[in-house]
């Protein structure tokens, strides 16, 4: 008979993946407050460590860097935005149908303005998860492409430099209005008139026969 003994089965109770989950979203939160109040470059780890509560220690438990928690924030915003890219009526949409889409992706815009921000920030680096701002920008195309095949086709990996660099200065365009907008940077009537050029812009697009 054998005196081999079975290796233990390593596993994770409901309760232990549970309270993983919630150090990881208190780490998660207290970092993308920090990254967007004093910018992702200045922000440390310890700083983070003392925002969420937690020894310094149990936040490299979790993260090996900042870097990885700037990709868990993303991660957990890009399916909310693709989801509401996504409600873009198609396959061709008219001018009101577009600019009453435009008024909602505001509203969400509104509500996640901090990853929005640190996002946009980010683009402006230029650095800091590449890969990951990469992917996420695919995943925006592909929402906007789900009732829209202009859209769904910049998303795809043969799509030409042409085709989504249209796309990209489209969704580029909307990000620049809803921001404006909410802010009012430049008075409520050029905002306005911000959506409305993105709005028929959108529509100009998505009629073109250009591929």
């Known amino acids: 008979m054998s005196s081999q ?5 390593k596993y994770q109770t409901p309760l232990r993946k549970a309270q993983r989950e919630l150090t990881r979203s208190r780490i998660r939160d207290a970092a993308r407050e920090l990254f967007y109040e004093h910018h992702y470059d200045t922000t440390t780890m310890d700083e983070i460590a003392l925002a969420a509560g937690l020894r310094r220690s149990t936040v490299y438990l979790h993260f090996k860097d900042k870097a990885e928690i700037l990709a868990d924030i993303i991660a957990d915003y890009t399916p909310k935005a ?5 409600t873009l009526p198609g396959p061709e ?4 149908q577009i600019q009453r889409w435009m008024k909602k992706v505001m509203e969400f815009v509104a509500e996640e303005r901090i990853p929005l921000s640190i996002i946009i920030e980010l683009r402006r680096l230029n650095r800091a998860n590449e890969q990951a701002l990469r992917d996420l920008t695919t995943e925006l195309l592909s929402g906007l492409g789900e009732n829209n095949a202009p859209f769904e086709l910049a998303a795809r990996p043969e799509a030409t430099p042409a085709q989504r660099a249209r796309a990209l200065m489209l969704l580029q365009e909307l990000t620049y209005a809803c921001e404006m907008y909410l802010d009012d940077a430049e008075g409520e009537a050029c905002s306005k008139a911000l ?15 250009t591929p």
Not at 93 to 96: D, G, Q, W
């Open 82 to 86: 693709r989801a509401q890219l996504a």
């Open 5 to 9: 003994t079975a290796s233990p089965v």
């Open 195 to 209: 959506l409305t050029v993105a709005a028929e812009d959108f529509h100009a697009f998505l009629r073109s026969d």
């Open 93 to 96: 949409p008219t001018l009101k």
